[in-house]
C-alpha cells in the first residue's frame, strides 16, 4: 500500500464524526420500510410524503413515523409547502451511502 492510501486509509479510521454519522445512520436504515424509503429518496432530489405512501404502500400514519425516526437522526430534512410536506436526505454523505446502497440492493424502477 502507497504511503498516500495508507493516510487517506488513517484518517477515515479516526474520523470519529464520520464513523458515528455513519453508525447512526446505518443503524436507523436498517429497518425494511426506512430502507425502501431513502432508496426512493435517494434517487429523488426531494419527494412528498403522498408520494413516499403510494411508492412504499402503506399508511401514511406509518411512513409519517418512520419518517420522524430518519428526521430525528439527522438522515433526512423537510420542508412544508401549503399543505405538502416534502423530504430529502439532509447530508451529502448519506446521499453517497444510499447511492451505494442503490446500486447494489434498489431495484430500477422507482422513479
Known amino acids: 500500500m502507497s504511503a498516500t492510501a495508507e493516510k487517506v486509509e488513517n484518517v477515515l ?20 420500510l426506512r430502507l425502501k424509503i431513502m432508496c426512493i429518496l435517494g434517487g429523488n432530489p426531494e419527494v412528498s410524503v403522498q408520494d413516499l405512501v403510494e411508492e412504499v404502500g402503506t399508511s401514511q400514519s406509518n ?19 401549503a399543505n405538502k410536506v416534502y ?13 451505494s446502497l442503490r446500486a447494489a440492493f434498489c431495484s430500477a424502477g422507482h422513479r
Not at 411512513?63 to 409547502?81: E, N, P, T, V, Y
Not at 439532509?90 to 447511492?99: A, E, R, T, V
Open 87 to 99: 423530504y430529502r436526505i439532509s447530508d451529502p454523505k448519506i446521499l453517497q451511502l444510499i447511492g
Open 63 to 81: 411512513i409519517s413515523q418512520h419518517l420522524s425516526i430518519l428526521r430525528d437522526k439527522g438522515i433526512l430534512a423537510s420542508r412544508k409547502d
Open 13 to 32: 479510521i479516526t474520523n470519529e464524526e464520520d464513523i458515528q454519522l455513519a453508525s447512526r445512520s446505518m443503524k436507523a436504515m436498517a429497518h425494511p
